[in-house]
Nanobody
């Protein structure tokens, strides 16, 4: 069993930055990719960023160049650094390993 808990969400102005963190406990599935997804009201959950076991990363076109995913060496914790935030980034952000999801952390970008 693996448990995931997100933290770091909040309210920021357009152009601001936030760093989200995901803490994994239990059986952390070292050989699986770690990812971030988000869901805005009235929309489906969408892929944001992923880091594979070999360290290769991938990003949605909408966040490429602004967001960066990273992890610690033990793959226990992984983060999403978000820079240049836009109002359209407003969503509930979830961390994921395989089919396990955290509870979500709210990011609101508004002036």
């Amino acid at each position: 069993q693996v448990q995931l808990v997100e933290s770091g969400g909040g309210l920021v102005q357009p152009g601001g930055s936030l760093r989200l963190s995901c803490e994994a406990s239990g059986s952390i599935f070292t050989d699986y990719a770690r990812s971030w997804h988000r869901q805005a009201p009235g929309k489906q959950r969408e892929f944001v960023a992923r880091i594979r076991p070999d360290g290769v990363t991938a990003y949605a076109d909408s966040v490429k160049g602004r967001f960066t995913i990273s992890r610690d060496n033990a793959r226990k914790t992984f983060d999403l650094q978000m820079n240049g935030l836009k109002p359209e980034d407003t969503a509930l952000y979830y961390c994921n390993i395989f089919n396990k999801w955290g509870q979500g952390t709210q990011v609101t970008v508004s002036s």
